[in-house]
């Protein structure tokens, strides 16, 4: 039976407690960390974790033999927790971003190098049916080699948002929708294309005047074997469509889920190549459902991987690969550059301390809320037809 921590107590940390709860036969949650020990409190009695203490410092945990942690806290707080559980010999599942720099990421790496421990970065959005079935799809090469990529990562938040007090600047959270929102949909996108070599991108923000950081941003990439791709980040998003498509030379395939193929007619006009929408399709149709879904799926994943050595689908590398992204889209915004990879250590925008110096205030934050109420939050849509 293996003891999971669960590190922060706000909303994010319920779906991890749930993801737990779903294998009690292996994994047992002994602790619920929080600056708020009432927080972690109400989540012990709102889940009913029994025998589970209330922490107000991590610290006291690292001589526990804790052997697996969930990291729930802002994102400027996952490096020096990631490395301190690591260096105690726990395992860490850390939520999205990894880290709000790429110098706290190779901290990160090299601390899980360092203890042999695993380190594993929250993308819950790959562990669905429809993101592996595209996987599989695009691995499949029936669509032919890929021309172009888009991804929509819209979301919504209320000006009210950015009040809470960690949130809106880039010391603390690292940067905006792009960081914070648009990183699982960027993360399935390097999944399934691998890294772009270059990019230009722009940034505003356009609806949240209590927060230093941007609201929307878009990305222009090119990848290595020449594809092009648009990546939008937005939280003025009304209805939060969120969707990643595929163009391939020969069909276009979609999540939510969607399928084109055409042929050319005699005049280069196109009609519908059923044969080939209908070999896609089948192939489709034939790969299994997701078992466990989102962050259940992930932890089922480390799970595996700390019991019987099996591969990690979302390290630590992985993680730093979307936050190298990030960085660059945030790069090419601030000085309206073009932007080519990978980003080194020598970068002006390699460090927190570096971004910060360079970054873009649109407004200075001027409101500080300790906490929301506990309610509910969305996740995303499950990019399902």
Not at 254 to 265: E, F, G, L, Y
Not at 295 to 317: C, F, M, P, R
Not at 320 to 334: D, P, W
């Amino acid at each position: 039976m293996l003891k999971v921590a669960i590190i922060g107590a706000g909303a994010i940390s319920t779906a991890h407690i749930t993801a737990y709860l779903a294998f009690p036969e292996r994994c047992q949650i002994v602790a619920v960390v929080d600056m708020y020990t009432e927080k972690a409190q109400k989540r012990i009695n709102e889940y009913g974790l029994k025998g589970a203490q209330a922490v107000t410092d991590y610290h006291e945990l690292l001589d526990q033999n804790i052997d697996l942690v969930s990291i729930c806290t802002p994102p400027y707080t996952h490096a020096p927790i990631t490395c301190d559980f690591l260096h105690a010999g726990t395992h860490v599942l850390v939520e999205k971003p990894m880290a709000s720099s790429l110098q706290e990421a190779d901290m990160m790496l090299e601390a899980a190098q360092t203890s042999g421990k695993l380190l594993s970065v929250m993308a819950q959005n790959r562990f669905t049916t429809p993101m592996m079935k595209l996987k599989d799809v695009l691995d499949s090469k029936l669509m032919g080699p890929i021309v172009h990529v888009q991804v929509d990562s819209f979301w919504w938040r209320g000006h009210n948002y950015y009040d809470l007090w960690w949130r809106g600047t880039w010391e603390k959270e690292g940067g905006g929708c792009t960081l914070n929102h648009a990183v699982h949909h960027i993360d399935a996108m390097l999944w399934m294309m691998g890294p772009p070599v270059e990019l230009q991108a722009m940034m505003a923000n356009k609806a949240h005047d209590n927060a230093e950081v941007e609201d929307i941003s878009m990305a222009m990439l090119r990848f290595q074997e020449g594809a092009l791709g648009m990546i939008t980040s937005s939280v003025v998003h009304h209805g939060e469509e969120q969707q990643l498509i595929f163009q391939g030379k020969e069909a276009r395939v979609s999540a939510p889920w969607k399928v084109v193929a055409s042929t050319a007619r005699t005049n280069g006009f196109p009609e519908p190549n059923l044969d080939l929408e209908q070999q896609i399709q089948k192939l489709a149709d034939e790969l299994p459902d997701v078992i466990h879904v989102g962050h259940a799926g992930q932890v089922e994943n480390v799970l595996n991987a700390i019991e019987t050595g099996s591969t990690l689908l979302v390290d630590g590398k992985s993680g730093r690969n979307t936050l190298e992204l990030i960085v660059g889209i945030y790069k090419s915004a601030i000085t309206g550059e073009k932007v080519t990879f990978p980003l080194e250590g020598e970068d002006a925008f390699y460090t927190r301390e570096g971004i910060m110096k360079n970054a873009v205030h649109f407004y200075e934050k001027k409101t500080a809320v300790e906490n929301f109420e506990d309610v509910e939050i969305t996740l995303g849509r499950k990019l399902e037809s």
